[in-house]
Every structure is written in structure tokens, then in C-alpha cells.
């Protein structure tokens, strides 16, 4: 666990963002390799989101640049949860909200789809631009920090871009007016009947390797399911092989 920990934690300070960091609060990557942390032991919640934001927690405490005020705020109203601020910082003598997100789309009719179909990259950009960035200016969050005024708000997505190579298809150049970042398009995806058409064997990845990968080259994807998995190539390029049906097998 701890060297699958080490390999995201350099993953994440190396990789560019999805979003390109011409329009705020799209943010490049603030992390370094000169202030890793400690590749210390990790007990919590193993979702990748939970582990990412729990790596980019340890690279901000050592950075030299930040200082964590709060981590994952929760803000309610009454008996109403109304959401969570993952990070609030202090940056040299600006107080900043961060949002952070590890995120896997693929490209169908011009709109990135996660693997679950019911995510999509508008949806949650949306989401990030007009609820979750925007829980720094509500009431009950002046209520819990009254002494602190002028928040900036960043929003970083970092992960990976998945196209079909077996379908030509127009790679779109923006999400919501915000530019994506061609070095983040390195995924393949393919419907479960283009498989034959892949020359090399397809290796499935354990949840905590689709980030980086792994050399361990250990279950042959051999047989297909009614969800997409997530594998990797002997040559080590990534793939989602998806059902047939996807994307709307997975619309409610």
C-alpha cells in the first residue's frame, strides 16, 4: 500500500491538470517534487477520491508556500448537509478554497463520460463552478470563519483523457468554455466487441493502480462483464473496454 501511496503522491506532483489554467479558477499543478511528504501509512477510505485528496492534504503540509487552515468543511443549514470544502488554505497572505478531483472520461458525441456514464466532465465542472466553490461565500460559512473575508477559489482536476481509437471521432478543444489540456488525452477506450481489434493483451488494474499503472502484469482480461473495466496493455497503454450498450446502460 504504502509504494502504490509513493507512486500516486509522484503522479500527482508531475501530472498536468485536465483543465489548461487560462481561465480562472482553473489552477496548474501547485505541487513539487523538491516537498514530498513522508510515505507514511494510510488507514482511510481506499475510493481513489478519498486516497488523491488525502495525498494532495500531505504534499500541502509540506509545502512551503501553504498553510492548511481547514480541511473538508462541512457546512450545513439547519439539519441540512450542504456540502463539503475540501481544502481552505492560507497561501503567502491570500486565504484560498481549493477543490481537487481525480477523474477518468471518456469521449463519446463530443462529451466526456466516466466510466460510469452518469458522471460526466460538464456535470461535475458545473457542479465544482456553482456549488462547491461557491460554499466559501455562503452565509453558514461566514458564520464558522467570521474572521475571514476575501477567499480565492481554485478548482484543480487532475487524471486522465480516454479516446477511441477504433471510432474517428473530432476531439473536442473545451468543457464549459474551459480549454482542455491535450497532455491529459492519453487513454484508449473501447466497446467490449472492438477488443479483437487490440494487438496485444489487455491486463486488468486493481482500483489504486488506474492512476499510475503497475508493472505486475497479473489478470488477463479473459471474459467481459455488464460494467467497463479499467486495464492496461503488455506494452503498458491504458484502456476501458466498456459494455456495448454504454453509455446509456448506466442512465437512470
Known amino acids: 500500500m504504502q509504494e502504490r501511496l509513493a507512486k500516486i503522491t509522484h503522479w500527482i506532483c508531475t501530472s498536468p491538470p485536465i483543465l489548461r489554467t487560462v481561465k480562472p479558477p482553473a489552477v496548474g499543478n501547485p505541487f513539487s517534487l523538491d516537498f514530498l511528504p513522508e510515505n507514511r501509512e494510510y488507514l482511510g477510505n481506499t475510493r481513489l477520491g478519498f486516497v488523491y485528496q488525502e495525498?494532495?492534504?500531505?504534499?500541502?503540509?509540506?509545502?512551503p508556500d501553504y498553510e492548511i487552515l481547514a480541511e473538508e468543511v462541512q457546512l450545513f443549514k439547519g439539519k441540512q448537509t450542504l456540502g463539503a470544502i475540501d481544502f481552505l488554505l492560507k497561501h503567502r497572505k491570500q486565504v484560498e478554497h481549493w477543490e481537487v478531483a481525480i477523474k477518468f472520461y471518456l469521449l463519446k458525441d463530443g462529451?466526456?463520460?466516466?466510466?460510469?456514464?452518469?458522471?460526466?466532465?460538464?456535470?461535475?465542472?458545473?457542479?465544482?463552478?456553482?456549488?462547491q466553490l461557491k460554499m466559501s461565500d455562503r452565509e453558514e460559512f461566514h458564520q464558522c470563519f467570521p474572521t475571514l473575508d476575501i477567499i480565492k477559489p481554485k478548482m484543480l482536476i487532475q487524471g486522465r483523457l480516454y479516446t477511441n481509437p477504433f471510432e474517428h471521432e473530432a476531439i473536442p478543444e473545451k468543457c464549459l468554455g474551459y480549454q482542455l489540456n491535450n497532455s491529459a488525452i492519453v487513454g484508449n477506450w473501447c466497446y467490449q466487441?472492438?477488443?479483437?481489434?487490440?494487438?496485444?493483451?489487455?491486463?486488468?488494474?486493481?482500483?489504486?493502480?488506474?492512476?499510475?499503472?503497475?508493472?505486475?502484469?497479473?489478470?488477463?482480461?479473459?471474459?467481459?462483464t455488464e460494467y467497463a473495466v479499467h486495464c492496461q496493455s503488455l506494452s503498458g497503454q491504458f484502456w476501458i473496454v466498456v459494455p456495448d450498450t454504454w453509455p446509456d446502460n448506466n442512465l437512470k
Open 193 to 224: 466487441h472492438q477488443c479483437p481489434l487490440i494487438n496485444e493483451p489487455l491486463y486488468k488494474l486493481q482500483k489504486l493502480d488506474w492512476i499510475t499503472g503497475t508493472q505486475q502484469r497479473e489478470e488477463k482480461l479473459t471474459s467481459l
Open 55 to 63: 495525498l494532495c492534504k500531505r504534499l500541502f503540509e509540506r509545502h
Open 111 to 131: 462529451l466526456w463520460y466516466g466510466p460510469d456514464s452518469r458522471d460526466r466532465l460538464d456535470i461535475k465542472l458545473h457542479r465544482m463552478l456553482t456549488h
